[in-house]
Nanobody
Framework: QVQLVESGGGLVQAGGSLRLSCAASGRTFSIYSMGWFRQAPGKEREFAAAIGWSSGNIQYADSVKDRFTISRDGAKNTVYLQMNILKPEDTAVYYC?????????????????WGQGTQVTVSS
């Protein structure tokens, strides 16, 4: 089992920044990729970004590319999502996920473990 704990959400004005953190514990050696997904009110959960746990390869959704940066700290078993130039449409619950093979890292169903989610609200 892998446990994921997210932190860093909050309320920010449009154009502002937030950094989300996701700390992994447990059987972290079983992680191939870690991803961030988000779910806005009334919408399905969608992929935002992913990083290869060992390779460091990165993927982004078009909607966040050039504004969000995913990174990892292997020593701390922690993945970060730096979110800049935030827009009201970025308002969502953000979830950290772990376990997917890199070739399927954009697919929600490919992940075995999920965090509890952290709310990000961007005011206009």
């Amino acid at each position: 089992q892998v446990q994921l704990v997210e932190s860093g959400g909050g309320l920010v004005q449009a154009g502002g920044s937030l950094r989300l953190s996701c700390a992994a514990s447990g059987r972290t050696f079983s992680i191939y990729s870690m991803g961030w997904f988000r779910q806005a009110p009334g919408k399905e959960r969608e992929f935002a970004a992913a990083i290869g746990w060992s390779s460091g390869n990165i993927q982004y959704a078009d909607s966040v590319k050039d504004r969000f940066t995913i990174s990892r700290d292997g020593a701390k078993n922690t993945v970060y999502l730096q979110m800049n130039i935030l827009k009201p449409e970025d308002t969502a619950v953000y979830y950290c996920a772990a376990g997917a093979l890199w070739s399927r890292a954009t697919l929600e169903r490919s992940y075995n473990y999920w965090g509890q989610g952290t709310q990000v609200t961007v005011s206009s």
